[in-house]
Each structure stands twice: as structure tokens, then as C-alpha cells.
């Protein structure tokens, strides 16, 4: 049941980020900041009862900020240049190279 209702409150927030963007473009980009991700994260988390783990989810989601901002700055770059499509995929590759940056070259060293 978990799962179902977490499911249906990220759907709901994808519909409110389609339904914004045919009235504008601002509201469909502030939208993703709502931590509807992360409070769905941090349920799970927080429901196996150990406050620790919760800390470690909570700093682990705030160590993708500069991920976050690699993507968008990958898109705003890239879409002058490329079909928006194409923009998004980068600013994906951009993020992943950060990510991966943040996570996992700090334990190989």
C-alpha cells in the first residue's frame, strides 16, 4: 500500500507540472523544487525507524544540489544549440558526471 500512495503523489505532482506548463513557464520549473521526491525518500526512510539512516538520506539528498544545478545549467546551455530534447539529454549526462563525481570518487580514494 506504501508503495500505491507514494506512486500516485508522484503522478499527481508530474500532472501538476503539465497542467502548469500550458499556462506559463515559470510555475512548471519552480515545481520540481518541491521536495515531493525527496519526501517520498525520506518516508521510506523514516519508516524503518532508525534516525540515523534518515540523517544519511537527508544529507545524501542535499549533496545532489550540484547535480541538480549541472542539469539545469546543462539545459540552459544546450538549448540554444539543440532540439530540447537533446538539451535534456545532456543536462542528464551533465548531472550523472557530477553525481557520480559526489558519490563515488570520494570512496575509490
Given at each position: 500500500m506504501d508503495v500505491i500512495w507514494k506512486g500516485a503523489l508522484g503522478g499527481l505532482v508530474t500532472a501538476l507540472i503539465v497542467l502548469a506548463s500550458k499556462k506559463g513557464d515559470v510555475l512548471p520549473g519552480i515545481l520540481p523544487l518541491a521536495p515531493t521526491f525527496a519526501l517520498i525518500a525520506l518516508l521510506a526512510v523514516g519508516s524503518k525507524g532508525d534516525p540515523e539512516g534518515f540523517r544519511t538520506?537527508?544529507?545524501?539528498?542535499?549533496?545532489?544540489?550540484?547535480?541538480?544545478?549541472?542539469?539545469?545549467?546543462?539545459?540552459w546551455l544546450l538549448i540554444g544549440?539543440?532540439?530540447?530534447?537533446?538539451?535534456?539529454?545532456?543536462?542528464?549526462?551533465?548531472?550523472?558526471?557530477?553525481?557520480?563525481a559526489i558519490f563515488v570518487l570520494p570512496q575509490r580514494g
Open positions: 538520506a537527508c544529507l545524501a539528498g542535499a549533496k545532489t544540489i550540484p547535480a541538480y544545478l549541472a542539469f539545469l545549467g546543462a539545459c544549440k539543440l532540439d530540447y530534447r537533446l538539451a535534456v539529454l545532456g543536462g542528464l549526462a551533465a548531472w550523472l558526471v557530477v553525481a557520480l
